[in-house]
């Protein structure tokens, strides 16, 4: 895998992440393209703020090979990052509609 490959996943994983919150939890749901929205820029968000925690794509492919304990970290942060963003755009949108 390369880097770039890596991030690519790691954005899918937060769209998954936003859109089976979206399926599980319908009151916080913004629609297909919405959740899709929000768990992008939540994933991203969120793998830039921890990776200087050491699990970016870069250190993950550090010594040539995939870091499995370092990717798995990644992917849990980007699956969080994706149900926060849309947990948070949503309170935001509460919030504006008050």
């Known amino acids: 895998m390369t880097d770039t490959l890596i991030s690519i996943i790691s954005i899918f994983v937060g769209m998954i992440g936003a859109n ?5 939890l319908k009151k916080y749901s913004l629609q297909f393209i919405g959740n ?5 820029f ?5 793998i830039k703020m921890f990776s200087r925690l050491g699990f970016d794509p870069m250190t993950i ?3 040539g090979n995939v870091n499995i304990a370092l ?10 990052g ?3 963003g849309l947990l948070s755009a949503k309170w935001i949108i509460a919030k504006m509609n008050k």
């Open 20 to 24: 089976l919150l979206a399926v599980f």
């Open 36 to 40: 899709t929205i929000t768990g992008i």
């Open 42 to 46: 939540g994933s991203i968000f969120f």
């Open 61 to 63: 492919m550090k010594t």
């Open 71 to 80: 990717f798995t970290v990644n992917m849990i942060v980007s699956l969080f």
């Open 82 to 84: 994706g149900v926060i």
